[in-house]
DNA sequence: TATAAACAGTTTGTATTCAAACTGTTTTAG
DNA sequence: CTAAAACAGTTTGAATACAAACTGTTTATA
């Protein structure tokens, strides 16, 4: 009877987590869309903070998609896509050939700045009152939940 | 400075979800794969779980999909495919031309039995000494930031 | 009782995801 | 120095997701 309650607790869970994912994506969709980037993904922005933040302007594909956690044909497509808004350029490295050096466009630039003070609005955190802490907390409550 | 913070734990946190959804998406796939059913996806079990136990067996789309969060054109794929693995039967609903009738079949309802002892050693959680109690508070937890 | 509105589903078009197979480049080893 | 292995990306094919436009059916209303 325990095994089966615990059954159904963990499928409730899944189906929060796949919530939470569409939830989020749509909030942060919506947020986009009110700054007039109706035609930018969430899946784009991680593309962008990485550059822009982590990787100071210009990384390569693998790089990314490994910081990002996603597979490297799943960047290939995110790349084509944001090549195609101008937001990042792909080039060649000539120092070696298998290698796209991604960059981020001015435009991509703008963006960031454009994006970054709205991304903590998709939760009013002060009517929350979450602190830093809290949600820092919960991030890491979840990301260890991945490493298991 | 604290804004800035913020805006940077946001993202984390953004991430979080993400990854998390990934990580759990491609741990059930691997078990669903050890089970020998390697073309039923999550989403899939999303619509067998609710027809087995929230619907009796039987329901229509726009039902299922307001119950576990798609779309009704998410739904008109999910229902295809799962069809075409006959692990549901879709009817029109002769008292209701307008309603297609969404029942479990007996290979359905054997996956199903199949499926659910799985799905709770997805996360091995008599090693990670969580108990019922625990998961039920972290699914509120994420139900809490979707209905912000 | 027509006509409009509401409803359930499908189609279309675009984006994402990923494994697997593939191309081309670079590195390693014999 | 050449063949094999490793590496970075792309392509392909199948699945999911969702908005918007569409078809048919039922219900409401004027």
Redesign the interface.
């Known amino acids: 009877m325990?095994?089966k309650?615990?059954?159904?607790?963990?499928?409730?869970?899944?189906?929060?987590?796949?919530?939470?994912?569409?939830?989020?994506k749509q909030r942060?969709q919506r947020k986009l869309i009110d700054l007039g980037y109706e035609d930018i993904t969430?899946?784009m922005t991680?593309v962008l903070?990485y550059l822009h933040?982590d990787a100071e302007g210009e990384a390569n594909q693998q790089e990314i998609a490994d910081n990002?956690?996603k597979n490297k044909s799943s960047l290939t497509s995110l790349i084509d896509n944001l090549s195609k808004r101008e937001m990042i350029k792909r080039n060649i490295n000539p120092k070696n050939r298998r290698n796209n050096i991604i960059t981020l466009t001015k435009k991509g630039k703008k963006f960031m700045e454009e994006f970054?003070?709205v991304?903590?609005k998709?939760?009013?955190?002060s009517k929350?009152s979450m602190t830093?802490k809290d949600?820092?907390n919960?991030?890491q409550?979840?990301?260890s939940?991945?490493e298991?």
């Open positions: 325990k095994e309650e615990l059954v159904h607790s963990i499928h409730y869970y899944f189906m929060a987590v796949l919530r939470l994912r569409q939830n989020l942060v969430l899946e991680q903070y933040f990002i956690g970054l003070p991304v903590y998709t939760y009013n955190t929350l830093l949600i820092n919960l991030t409550t979840l990301n939940f991945i298991i």
